[in-house]
């Protein structure tokens, strides 16, 4: 029987943890494999064909629409449906099996070599159409779900799914639309760079997310409803910021993209106050606590990054590739363990907790390091001097560790 305060049956959460994990398990042995390619370049000779290069897509494609997505998926799923409903686990199970198999069939187009050229746009040719039809029977099962449940919903809570499921609804035709290389090149001369404007506008998008996720679980409010007011009144001051400033073609020496995009520091605290305004479950906590940590590392860092002279250095370094895992390894799996210790109401490995961010905070540090040097140094980098390899084992250390800890929670996650 399920507990007054969960927002989903056992089993729901069960077969969502084991989807989410299982991505990220997979996702991991191959930044492995990449770390370990990078470290020793002839190791690669092993699994020819089958370069670095057709390795690449895998890992950041099955860690975006794997591991970053299937948590949330679940939440929608669970959002949708009455826990008591004995349809929301078939539902459930044929939405997330089939994105799964879909993730399978595009990393094998991948390893063939049928990449669009377009970062995280992979899907190619035959492959173009499958995350889309997934997407579509996710929206079924969605649809399917609300329905079964109607009755038990509010008049809002009804009103909020309808326009959840039509706002839902055409985004797989967009997804199909933009992986055409007739929408825009791999690489696109007219899109101005990563502008202020740009990244105010992905970051403000994942503010909303996390603003927006205690509600889609279903979390308790505490406390003044005038305070959850006041910060999403800043949110929508936010949002006009981004409206009104200048987008495109827009240098990262001009001070208004400097300024609008400092903007987002005052979102460390204001983030921090509205979750903890709600009555997140303890299992939930730590996870918030290591969010919010990550999350500061990384609205401060991307500003810095972004000022004249830094951004230059940086750009087209390991740098880069430390703040992203700041986000992706830090933040975004900090935030899917609060949304699984939700669902699951299960207390994350204590052990694997903290490999997990050791190994990330190894992994960012060392990548950061190598970033700042090897710009006046890339010769040695290419010649694999000792303090460059020493970097990349580092780098293949904090691999390791958060390949086991992902490893740990995919067995503990099928557990009753």
């Not at 994990?21 to 370990?36: C, H, I, K, M, S």
């Not at 509205?274 to 990384?298: D, V």
Request: overall charge positive; glycine content about 10%.
């Amino acid at each position: 029987m399920n507990r007054p305060d969960e927002v989903s049956s056992p089993d729901l959460a069960r077969l969502v943890a084991r989807h989410s994990y299982a991505w990220l398990v997979a996702a991991n042995l191959v930044g492995a494999w990449l770390a370990l390619s990078l470290l020793w370049p002839a190791a690669g000779d092993a699994l020819a064909p089958l370069t670095y290069g057709r390795w690449v897509p895998l890992h950041l494609d099955w860690q975006l629409y794997g591991w970053c997505s299937l948590p949330i998926v679940g939440a929608l799923l669970a959002w949708c449906a009455a826990p008591a409903d004995a349809r929301t686990l078939t539902s459930a199970r044929v939405a997330l099996t089939s994105w799964s198999l879909v993730l399978v069939l595009g990393g094998l187009t991948w390893l063939a070599g049928g990449v669009s050229g377009k970062l995280f746009l992979d899907w190619a040719g035959n492959a173009r159409p499958l995350l889309p039809a997934a997407m579509l029977v996710l929206w079924g099962a969605l649809a399917r779900l609300t329905a079964g449940a109607w009755k038990t919903f509010p008049p809002a809570g009804r009103a909020l799914r309808v326009i959840v499921l039509a706002a839902l609804l055409p985004v797989p035709v967009v997804l199909h639309w933009s992986m055409g290389r007739e929408v825009y090149p791999a690489v696109n001369p007219d899109s101005g760079g990563a502008t202020g404007a740009a990244l105010l506008g992905s970051t403000l998008g994942i503010v909303t997310i996390f603003l927006l996720l205690p509600h889609l679980l279903r979390v308790v409010p505490r406390g003044s409803p005038a305070r959850r007011t006041a910060i999403m009144f800043a949110l929508g001051a936010s949002w006009l910021v981004f409206a009104i400033i200048d987008h495109g073609h827009v240098s990262h020496h001009a001070s208004v993209p400097i300024a609008a995009l400092a903007l987002l520091v005052i979102w460390i605290p204001l983030l921090g106050v509205h979750w903890r305004g709600f009555e997140w479950p303890t299992e939930a906590r730590a996870w918030m606590w290591a969010a919010l940590a990550w999350w500061t590392l990384l609205i401060a860092s991307g500003w810095v990054t972004f000022l004249p002279g830094v951004s230059e250095s940086l750009k087209f370094t390991h740098g880069l590739v430390g703040h992203a895992h700041l986000a992706m390894a830090g933040v975004v799996t900090s935030v899917n363990g609060m949304i699984l210790a939700t669902l699951t109401r299960r207390t994350a490995d204590r052990l694997a907790f903290w490999r997990w961010h050791v190994g990330c905070g190894v992994y960012v540090a060392a990548m950061v390091v190598l970033g700042v040097f090897e710009t006046e140094r890339a010769g040695e980098l290419f010649r694999s001097a000792g303090w460059t390899q020493a970097l990349l084992s580092l780098r293949l250390v904090g691999g390791l560790l958060m390949l086991d800890a992902s490893v740990r929670w995919w067995r503990d996650a099928g557990k009753p």
